[in-house]
């Protein structure tokens, strides 16, 4: 009798800070501290993040097995039709106040790090999101053995988040023109 098991292919975890990149895309076009304005962030934002460049590098990497996103849904609605078809789980946050910070990423660096102990069969986590909040969860991952590639937008990503990560690209190169 042969008791051995198939070997699980290794899979992906990709969790997006989407209202970060968004935030960043947005101030690049309308200008530094443009986006956490009352008119700016409160309001139907146009969407500006190629969902399918940062869905591409990851199907690179293996299969996905978690596709999630965070965000106060409530402004992204035109985003809609792109997180459908690339099967985007979105979590609600709302804010308990205007200024209310952190809150996708705690929520985020809570949810890989209990996914990481309950499904061994994730390899890769990818983390979209620039913030040096996530410094910690880079140590947790990398400690658990697994790999961390980090996506974020060239001028608003800390330096130090980036180079926690196994690997780190920037969002301008992925949706460069080749």
């Given at each position: 009798m042969n008791t051995s098991h198939p070997i699980e292919p290794k899979t992906v975890a990709l969790y997006w800070d989407f209202e970060n990149l968004h935030a960043s895309l947005s101030e690049a076009r309308l200008g530094e501290g443009s986006y956490n304005k009352p008119d700016g962030r409160f309001k139907a934002q146009e969407p500006l993040v190629d969902v399918q460049a940062?869905?591409?590098?990851?199907?690179?990497?293996?299969?996905?097995?978690?596709?999630?996103?965070?965000?106060?849904?409530?402004?992204?609605?035109?985003?809609?039709?792109?997180?459908l078809q690339g099967a985007v789980e979105l979590v609600q946050l709302f804010p308990p106040g205007a200024s209310a910070k952190n809150g996708a990423d705690i929520r985020l660096c809570l949810d890989a790090?209990?996914?990481?102990?309950?499904?061994?069969?994730?390899?890769?986590?990818?983390?979209?999101?620039?913030?040096?909040?996530?410094?910690?969860?880079?140590?947790?991952?990398?400690?658990?053995?697994?790999?961390?590639?980090?996506?974020?937008?060239?001028?608003?990503?800390?330096?130090?988040?980036?180079?926690?990560?196994?690997?780190?690209?920037?969002?301008?190169?992925?949706?460069?023109?080749v």
């Open positions: 940062i869905m591409a590098l990851a199907a690179a990497l293996g299969p996905i097995s978690i596709n999630r996103a965070y965000c106060n849904w409530q402004f992204f609605g035109r985003y809609r039709d792109v997180l790090f209990e996914d990481m102990g309950r499904f061994a069969h994730i390899g890769t986590l990818i983390i979209v999101g620039g913030d040096s909040d996530f410094m910690p969860l880079a140590q947790k991952i990398k400690a658990a053995g697994r790999t961390l590639i980090g996506v974020g937008d060239r001028k608003s990503t800390n330096p130090h988040w980036a180079r926690s990560c196994h690997a780190f690209h920037y969002y301008e190169t992925l949706i460069a023109p």
